[in-house]
């Protein structure tokens, strides 16, 4: 089921919002009066490289939607033409070019994950609308280009930009090519193209993106004869100086087969206290007066994580649903928590991988399950899980061993029946110690 159903547009002061919530970094003079004078289009522009977002996008796909919210008319632009280039900005190395084909499919499948936020399909007037600049511009001769907009920019004002000065003082030995260089006359173009067939006044990004979407502003300025405006949201940092939304395994993304909900929900839960105080802010759509309530519980009981919790809970329904959710808290409580043998197997694959990543684990024959493997093979002989078979004996007899969560004793026999997924037995020492049989 999707966030997202006809509703009653609300008239709130979307740079106010931002605001209190530490999403605005900066804004140019005149967009707050601007955009309470009435409806107003604004766009962000997505990288259309994979066919997901990852949480890295979140926050400008939270500003859209706060956009929305407030009544103005949020564009979600695809970049198939300048994802086809390279944005210098923050970046050490060029993109990969890909081809159209490529470039639909993940067209889709983002259209797919925005509409969890967006409302694409209302008959309301602010309705979002989805749009690529591959579209308007693989049409666009190289001369037409530089004859029509190449000619109103100087290369001066171009050098000024901090992306360019950056990714030339830098010491990669490539440099940087015209290619890249031209990126902000793409995407500053694509806002002139907006302005000219949307009536879009306002484009939003990342605080990297500022001298991009202001080279967009002067070419609405210079050639559309109008006026465009710029607001950027700080980049997400995690109070400990490690990179957000990056874990071991890479990115978090929303797609669930890229990022299991369970592994998305551990990470949001795992966030420390400071950031989590800043994220629910930022990546949720609770009131100010409820977050200041739950920051408030928070610091009287830390120890509880109520504030990582309800994180974790209105991010994962979101992005992915309730029942998600409910299944990532009951896969957390098998690790973490009192669980069954009956919750264990409930589990799917690619979550109880997940779960027990990192846990040693041994192969063990189906013919071995099939007669019926013995407790000190289990635990010694054939795995090595403990040193042992004299440690496997008395382990068992002081009752600390555990088959699928539940304590067994040395007369007990592993079999079929004790399969989750046909292929794991999951053992235990104590509370903290697991070991995976893995029965192939």
Not at 12 to 38: I, Y
Not at 364 to 391: P, R, V, W, Y
Not at 406 to 433: P, S
């Amino acid at each position: 089921m999707h966030l997202i159903q006809k509703e009653k547009t609300m008239t709130k002061n979307f740079v106010e919002e931002l605001k209190w919530r530490g999403m605005l970094h900066d804004a140019m003079p005149g967009t707050e009066a601007h955009l309470l004078s009435g409806m107003q289009a604004a766009y962000v522009g997505i990288d259309p490289t994979a066919d997901s977002l990852h949480i890295g996008h979140l926050v400008s796909v939270m500003m859209l939607r706060h956009f929305q919210l407030a009544g103005h008319k949020p564009f979600a632009l695809i970049g198939g033409a300048t994802g086809m280039i390279g944005d210098p900005s923050g970046k050490s190395a060029e993109r990969n070019l890909l081809d159209e084909q490529t470039l639909r499919h993940n067209q889709a499948a983002l259209k797919e994950q925005l509409s969890r936020f967006l409302d694409f399909e209302s008959d309301a007037d602010n309705a979002a609308v989805l749009v690529n600049n591959y579209d308007w511009m693989k049409d666009f001769s190289f001369l037409d280009f530089i004859r029509d907009v190449g000619k109103h920019i100087t290369v001066n004002y171009m050098m000024a930009k901090d992306s360019v000065k950056k990714r030339l003082s830098s010491e990669a030995k490539e440099g940087m090519s015209f290619t890249e260089f031209t990126y902000q006359l793409v995407q500053g173009y694509d806002f002139l193209h907006l302005y000219r067939s949307h009536n879009c006044t306002l484009q939003m990004g990342g605080s990297d993106q500022w001298g991009n979407i202001t080279t967009g502003t002067e070419l609405i300025r210079r050639i559309g004869g109008g006026k465009g405006f710029a607001l950027t949201c700080p980049l997400i940092t995690k109070a400990d100086g490690t990179k957000f939304g990056k874990t071991e395994s890479g990115n978090v993304w929303l797609d669930a087969k890229r990022t299991s909900p369970y592994r998305f929900y551990q990470y949001w839960l795992n966030t420390s206290d400071d950031d989590a105080e800043k994220y629910i802010k930022i990546f949720t759509f609770l009131s100010k007066e409820t977050i200041a309530t739950l920051i408030q519980e928070h610091k009287a009981a830390p120890h509880l994580r109520s504030l990582q919790k309800k994180l974790a809970s209105e991010i994962t329904t979101m992005v992915h649903s309730k029942e998600d959710l409910d299944n990532a808290i009951k896969a957390s409580g098998i690790l973490f928590g009192k669980s069954t043998s009956t919750d264990l197997k409930q589990l799917d694959e690619s979550t109880f991988l997940d779960i027990f990543e990192g846990v040693p684990k041994a192969e063990i024959a189906m013919s071995e399950i099939e007669q019926g493997l013995d407790m000190i093979g289990a635990l010694a002989a054939k795995t090595k899980f403990l040193g042992s078979n004299g440690e496997a004996r008395r382990e068992l007899k002081q009752n600390s061993i555990s088959v699928n969560k539940e304590k067994v004793t040395e007369a007990y026999t592993i079999t079929k029946k004790d399969l989750v997924n046909h292929k794991f037995v999951l053992l235990q020492r104590g509370k903290k110690n697991y070991f995976v049989l893995v029965v192939k």
